[in-house]
């Protein structure tokens, strides 16, 4: 179990997104493998946006200025994809 930094929830280490710190910018770790401190979110651009107003990347990774911009166009892809596997779903008929 693992706490989003943005809802303060626990929640299943695979049902959250890792992120990490490199040369100042903020990194998605969707694997959880890469080295140093990591981060753990709610892969949503709502829990992105209240995490960034609350400045808890910088606090959660112990550094002064993180650039947030890959994360948030990771997420941003992730929410695209997501949407659309959902529209490529067929719907079940009520009659079978």
């Not at 049902?15 to 080295?35: E, F, H, Y």
């Not at 995490?51 to 990347?57: L, T």
Request: proline share 5%.
């Amino acid at each position: 179990m693992r706490t989003c930094i943005a809802t303060r929830q626990r929640h299943p280490r695979s049902s959250l997104l890792r992120v990490v710190c490199q040369d100042g910018a903020l990194i998605a770790d969707p694997n959880a493998t890469m080295p140093g401190r990591g981060a753990w979110i709610t892969p949503s651009l709502e829990a992105f946006d209240v995490a960034a107003s609350r400045r808890a990347f910088a606090r959660a990774l112990r550094v002064n200025v993180v650039d947030t911009g890959h994360v948030r166009t990771y997420l941003a892809e992730h929410a695209l994809r997501t949407q659309h596997c959902k529209e490529d779903r067929p719907l079940m008929s009520a009659q079978q």
